[in-house]
């Protein structure tokens, strides 16, 4: 390791291959570290001359203090999966988390400023959130906030940082795809199209992919439905009928894949012979489906991991909002394949 210069407790989490949370509890001989790790950044900080800083003392303050998780969206496993295992790097630190869920419909921005009064929320991270008009009510807050799964970087409200995939690139990716493999009349499941949140952008990423083919993006075959397994099979037995022509489905979320692919199967119609259905999240189910699921996949732990890393350093008065984008990956399965001739 190269120590020609000062270092601060971000490098040397980065050099160790820890988190943030994990160097200052080593540095506040805190006994909840694993004997390796330990050795691990002690010599780390033994190598780059590390003494320690205000970062560190600072996080050491935070005990007792509170920070939320407001999950928007009581069905999705992946969102909720992500929300679980926030929780987990979150037990690592010295602040007190807790899990606030909201249904799909509900404003997690109110919800915030209820928490703000009611438990003396001092941090938040939004799962599932959308960007629009509504943060504004956060404005007077000073409480830092985490946009996890949702690029915040042109909201205009102070102390907010953001974590997610490029849900644009990787709609695009997932359109991309299908009509690679043939397909020409495609329908979307999604939700709403007006939110800013990454639906939309995973819809405007589609319609880039279409245009660019000169595929018809056509929005009879756009099909607007709720999160859930039961919402997604009604939606897609009620589509169906009336667009039988119709060979490849991409949907905005594993869950509703899911949903449709049992929805075709009581319909008599065969996946992929008779309908390709291309998915989003890459929750592990997926992998064990029938058949299993094409679809691309978010890293939830490194979501995770990053969202806590960042809110606990704004929360220290030492780290300013950042806004991180991570790499998703394209998972080629069985869901997928050229249409029948």
Avoid at 123 to 142: H, K, M, T, Y
Avoid at 147 to 165: D, G, K, N, Q, W
Avoid at 191 to 218: F, I, K, M, W
Avoid at 263 to 271: E, F, I, P
Wanted: some cysteine; aromatic content about 6%; charged content about 25%.
């Amino acid at each position: 390791v190269s120590c020609m210069k000062i270092y601060t407790i971000r490098d040397i989490a980065k050099l160790a291959g820890v988190s943030v949370t994990t160097v200052s509890r080593v540095l506040n001989h805190r006994p909840d570290v694993n004997a390796a790790t330990r050795e691990k950044v002690e010599r780390v900080m033994a190598e780059c001359n590390f003494v320690g800083n205000a970062n560190a003392r600072s996080l050491k303050q935070l005990d007792g203090d509170v920070a939320a998780l407001i999950l928007r969206g009581r069905s999705n496993p992946f969102l909720s999966q992500l929300a679980e295992t926030m929780l987990q790097f979150a037990a690592e630190t010295g602040v007190s988390f807790f899990l606030e869920t909201i249904d799909e419909k509900d404003d997690e921005f109110q919800a915030a400023l209820r928490l703000t009064h009611e438990k003396r929320a001092r941090g938040f991270i939004f799962v599932g959130s959308r960007v629009d008009s509504r943060p504004q009510v956060l404005r007077g807050v000073e409480a830092p906030l985490v946009f996890a799964t949702v690029p915040a970087r042109e909201l205009a409200l102070p102390r907010v940082a953001s974590v997610a995939v490029d849900d644009r690139r990787m709609g695009r990716l997932a359109m991309e795809t299908l009509i690679q493999a043939g397909h020409r009349r495609i329908a979307i499941f999604g939700g709403s199209r007006n939110q800013g949140d990454a639906l939309a952008e995973r819809y405007l990423g589609a319609r880039e992919a279409c245009e660019a083919a000169g595929v018809p993006c056509d929005e009879s075959r756009y099909v607007e439905t709720r999160f859930s397994l039961p919402d997604a099979y009604g939606a897609a037995r009620a589509f169906f009928p009336t667009r039988w022509d119709t060979t490849a489905v991409f949907a905005m979320s594993d869950l509703v894949a899911m949903g449709v692919i049992r929805a075709l199967k009581d319909m008599g119609k065969r996946v992929p012979e008779d309908v390709s259905v291309f998915g989003f999240d890459g929750i592990e189910m997926g992998k064990y489906f029938l058949p299993s699921l094409t679809t691309i996949v978010q890293p939830q732990e490194e979501i995770a991991r990053k969202s806590v890393e960042v809110l606990l350093e704004m929360m220290t008065g030492g780290g300013t909002g950042r806004h991180i984008t991570l790499p998703a990956a394209l998972a080629r399965r069985e869901s997928v394949a050229a249409p029948r001739k």
